[in-house]
């Protein structure tokens, strides 16, 4: 139970066709007979990238619907304790616009009842594929946050407590990119602190057309105090000609760094407040004797 990618992105150009090779397993001793299903994907509200399978048939499926690409797929016998291997066709008509097609092509087994056939839809295998057909292909991302964060929240003042980069990136395009570069940890004194390569999965992860994708990274542990820059530089394209850059800016004190300063800062007004009472005083004691 469960689904894989069959790649980070099949390229087929139009009037082509190529064939997505799924494995599955009947570990049981009956027969199992699967049906298949195929669903367009769009990312998570959540902004996290994670697919969300578009089931509901009343949900309005992408401007680029994946389903009309898959070729007609029939039932399948798997024998008990057995391992097959299931071919899927994806063909591109000519009529079909250029950019990227998602979707995920699952099994789901078939029981059999004096009512007929019941599907088990609790429980499916299967793989998410992402189609790419050339064309007039647009990539174009865009930076919406940069930010140091705590809890998975942009903050630009942080007491105590882990450091996390938080960067959100927004896809315009009409297919999915994989954004890469560096980004630079600065302290005050204009020395890099920390460093790390932006992305660096493998693979990596991709960022789908019309949607958000948050990147949260997790900075080790260091003496932090003061300001801090954070300086990013990505791209997306083949060649890095697109480049994202930009910075921002963060304070950190530890708890007790904090409460010492806030006391100083108190003592400090306290102090103020007396020398303007006795200024005060002084000044209407005079204003008597005169």
Known sequence: CGMSPVGSGVVIHKRNSKRAHIPMSNPSNPALTA?????????SEDESGEPRLIIDPDTVLPRNDFKRLVSPLEDVLI???????????????????????????????????????????????GS???????????????LLELSAAQKG??????IGGDVAVLTR????GNIHVKPFGKVQIIDMFGKTVYEYEFNNTDPRANVLPDSIRKFIDNIPNKKWL?????????????????????????WYFSVAVFYGLLILLLAIVAGINVQVYRFRRKRKNHGRRS
């Open 35 to 43: 049906q298949p299903i195929v669903n367009d994907f769009i990312p």
């Open 79 to 125: 024998p008990a304790n057995q391992h097959k291997e299931i071919s899927v066709t994806i063909s591109v008509p000519t009529y079909v616009d250029a950019g990227g097609y998602y979707g995920a092509v699952r099994f789901v087994p078939v029981i059999p009842s004096e009512q007929g056939r019941n599907v088990a839809l609790t429980a499916s295998i």
């Open 128 to 142: 998410i594929v992402l189609v790419e057909v050339p064309g007039e292909i647009r990539q174009q991302l865009s």
């Open 153 to 158: 929240t942009g903050r630009g003042f942080l």
């Open 169 to 172: 990136l927004k896809n315009t």
């Open 226 to 250: 003061g300001r801090y820059t954070v300086k990013m530089n990505l791209t997306y394209t083949v060649g890095g000609g697109e480049l994202i850059s930009a910075q921002s800016s963060f």
